[in-house]
């Protein structure tokens, strides 16, 4: 994806500098414009593959879903959903985007709920990508928590992606299943085991 892709036609100039300055804060590691490319380059990889959902509510939602984040926070969704009602005042697509940016907070996606199971795969597409740059995402992710001793980071990283492999599927859409579930899967389950080496024998590679 090229600069000329991140002219988003529903924001103006002004809105979208904005976002950009946000996603380009010192704090972040991974967070970053980069991050944004991958979920906006996945989303049209969904959409040229044929999976169904309302692309202009789903790319805004992109846009907003990390524009706060704060290390420690734990409401940074909620407040960047609040920054799209507040911003997106009056665009037809302001309600939709807002509850987007809200279910990423847990990724858990009604069945049915195309577009939220559109954005949701898009962001979580880096799980299923090859070892060296899962390892580089690792990495960004553990310097975004820098703060945060390994004693209380492992166990909770560990548990957030427990609860990854302990669903069902991983990624909502076809497409998404097909393209990126196997590769997620070993990548999260070698994660866990280098986070808790002690009980890395009880998962299946």
Partial sequence: MNDDELLEPELDQAQRHYLISRWSEPQR???????????LESLRELQ?????????????AAWFHDAVYD???????????????TMLAGHGSAGEVTRLVRIT??????P?????????DA?????????????????????????????????GRAD????????????????GHKRWEERARRNVTDEIV??????????ER
Avoid at 112 to 120: E, K, T
Avoid at 124 to 149: C, H, K, M, N, W
Wanted: contains cysteine; charged residues 25%.
């Fill in 123 to 155: 962001d979580l597409s880096i799980l299923g990508a090859a070892p060296a740059d899962y390892a580089r995402y690792t990495q960004q992710v553990r310097e975004e928590y820098a703060s945060v001793p390994d004693e209380y980071f492992r166990p």
């Fill in 71 to 85: 290390i420690p926070g734990h409401d940074n969704e909620i407040r960047s959903a609040e920054l799209a009602s």
């Fill in 194 to 203: 280098e986070l808790e080496p002690e009980r890395g024998e009880t998962f």
């Fill in 48 to 60: 040229d593959s044929s999976v169904e959902f309302d692309v202009v509510p789903v790319r805004l």
């Fill in 160 to 175: 957030v992606l427990r609860g990854l492999l302990n669903q069902q599927s991983i990624f909502h859409t076809g497409y």
């Fill in 29 to 39: 590691r991974y967070h970053t414009v980069e991050h944004l490319r991958r979920v």
């Fill in 112 to 120: 049915g709920d195309r577009n939220a199971a559109a954005l949701c």
């Fill in 105 to 110: 907070a847990t990724h858990h996606v009604t």
